[in-house]
């Protein structure tokens, strides 16, 4: 897949950078235009580091405040 998909493809759609760089990098790329994002880890990463991404990440400022209801399509 990296063959058919430039770099620059990606970063249309995703936040890319290093760990200590990723909230700034979501915040400049999707700060005050996404209600929510997605964060994927490898399996391997640290529960601390988590931990720490997602409340940084949770720091960025924004409106949302949660999802008013919602029922499944039946």
């Known amino acids: 897949m990296p063959a058919l998909v430039?770099?620059?493809v990606v970063r249309t759609f995703a936040a890319c950078a290093t760990y200590p760089d990723l909230p700034a990098a979501i915040d400049r790329r999707f700060g005050g235009l996404?209600?929510?994002v997605d964060l994927v880890l490898p399996a391997d990463t640290p529960a601390g580091l988590a931990r720490e991404l997602v409340a940084d990440i949770k720091r960025i400022p924004h409106?949302?405040?949660g999802?008013?209801?919602w029922e499944a399509p039946k």
Do not use: P
Request: proline fraction near 0%.
């Open 6 to 8: 430039s770099d620059d």
């Open 34 to 36: 996404a209600d929510a």
């Open 63 to 65: 409106e949302f405040t």
């Open 67 to 69: 999802f008013a209801a």
